[in-house]
Nanobody, 125 residues
Framework: QVRLVESGGGLVQAGGSLRLSCLAS????????MAWFRQAPGKERDFVAA????????YYADSVKGRFTISRDNAKNTVSLQMDSLEPEDTAVYYC??????????????????WGQGTQVTVSS
């Protein structure tokens, strides 16, 4: 059992920045990767970025490369998403997710076992 809680969402103008945080609690010892997904109204939940818990290797969706940075603090069981040069297209509810096994798909919702409640990010033009 893992509980994930996101924070840091808000309203920002295009070109601005936000930093999202996710705090994990419970049985986090088996965590393989943690990731951020986002979901806009009427659309599917899409992959944004992921990080391996042990090695810190990062992965990004093409749409956010060069603008977003994912990081983690293993001691504090937190993962963060620094979002720079935000665009209106980044507007969505952002979810933190935890993957239990390395053989699970990293880029799809099915590949993650635990999810946070989501935090709203709105980028105005």
């Amino acid at each position: 059992q893992v509980r994930l809680v996101e924070s840091g969402g808000g309203l920002v103008q295009a070109g601005g920045s936000l930093r999202l945080s996710c705090l994990a609690s419970g049985r986090t010892f088996s965590t393989s990767k943690m990731a951020w997904f986002r979901q806009a109204p009427g659309k599917e939940r899409d992959f944004v970025a992921a990080i391996s818990w042990s090695g810190g290797i990062t992965y990004y969706a093409d749409s956010v490369k060069g603008r977003f940075t994912i990081s983690r603090d293993n001691a504090k069981n937190t993962v963060s998403l620094q979002m720079d040069s935000l665009e209106p297209e980044d507007t969505a509810v952002y979810y933190c997710a935890s993957q239990r096994n390395t053989d699970q798909s990293m880029y799809t919702v099915r590949g993650y076992n635990y999810w946070g409640q989501g935090t709203q990010v709105t980028v105005s033009s």
